[in-house]
């Protein structure tokens, strides 16, 4: 868990960004963001541009949105950067490059994290990548390693599924070595072995460009995280958005399954034990 950020940063939002803060309530922001970085490749489209072009100027977003995150204090930013069906479902060259393009981020932005007291994590099967891109991910990771603002985890060869399975498999081994009676596993011993055993879950989702879809990413914990989707692609997407989102989830009531503050229970005593059918 990180410190939280001892002085606050929000005069360092610019003014566009400031007047949307200032509409939040600063004792309700949420904990953990989690987004779907959908939409370089439609921004590209509609630029007539090279599909890799929307990946560039989606990796200037990441920044800026990771500068806003840590401006306002939130202690986890987690992106969805690359999944494991885009790892088998993409053509070579794309993957190389996203993966080029990635290596390029962390060597030009470890600095802006640092300044930003921003630490940088990972969650998926990143030993399946090249070496030169883990190097690159070890670096990063330990050079702002003493970090104590945002936590920024990027998912990389990620998919929730293999997530599961790869938790299973951790937790079975577990109840091998005698560690643990299977009959006494409980919904916590499964997080303890997920790849966010150590993060809260995601309170807020947003997914860009506009698909109702989860992808594969983080089904176990975003169990109650409320969904926010914009049809902004994610190269036009900004800190700003991220607030607005925020705002959006302000208004939201969450109630886990449970039911509103001050709702009266039905007086269970006065119904009649029988009436099952529907009044007409
Ligand atoms: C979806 O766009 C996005 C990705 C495949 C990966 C996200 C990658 C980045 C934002 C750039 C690099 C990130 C870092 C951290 C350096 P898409 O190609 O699926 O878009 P489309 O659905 O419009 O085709």
């Not at 509409?23 to 439609?42: F, K, Q, S, Y």
């Not at 560690?179 to 011993?189: A, K």
């Amino acid at each position: 868990m990180p410190l939280s950020l001892n002085f606050s940063r929000v005069h360092e939002l610019p003014p566009d960004e400031l007047a949307v803060y200032r509409r939040l309530d600063p004792a309700r922001l949420p904990r953990h963001v989690a987004i779907i970085m959908d939409g370089n490749g439609r921004w590209a489209g509609k630029r007539r541009l090279k599909r890799f072009l929307g990946h560039q100027q989606g990796a200037e977003s990441v920044q800026y949105v990771v500068e806003t995150a840590s401006r306002i204090g939130l202690p986890w930013l987690t992106l969805y950067a690359f999944s494991l069906e885009n790892n088998l479902k993409r053509p070579k060259a794309e993957v190389t490059f996203l993966m080029r393009l990635l290596r390029t981020y962390l060597t030009n932005n470890v600095q802006r994290m640092n300044d930003n007291n921003v630490r940088i994590q990972y969650i998926g099967r990143t030993h399946e990548l090249e070496d030169d891109v883990r190097e690159r991910m070890d670096w990063a990771a330990e050079a702002t390693r003493h970090n104590t603002g945002t936590v920024l985890t990027l998912a990389l060869n990620y998919g929730a599924r293999s997530e599961l399975l790869d938790a299973f498999k951790s937790l079975h081994a577990e109840i091998n070595r005698n560690d643990l009676r299977l009959e006494d596993v409980t919904e916590q011993d499964i997080q303890r072995h997920l790849y966010t055993a150590h993060m809260p879950d995601p309170d807020l989702l947003i997914r860009t460009s506009g698909e109702m879809r989860i992808s594969n990413y983080l089904l176990w914990q975003i169990a109650y995280a409320e969904i926010f989707v914009t049809e902004r692609l994610w190269p036009d997407f900004r800190g700003i958005h991220m607030l607005e989102a925020i705002e959006d989830y302000q208004r939201r009531e969450r109630r886990y399954g449970g039911l509103s503050d001050g709702t009266e229970s039905d007086d269970i005593a006065s119904l009649p034990a029988n009436q099952t059918t529907l009044v007409p």
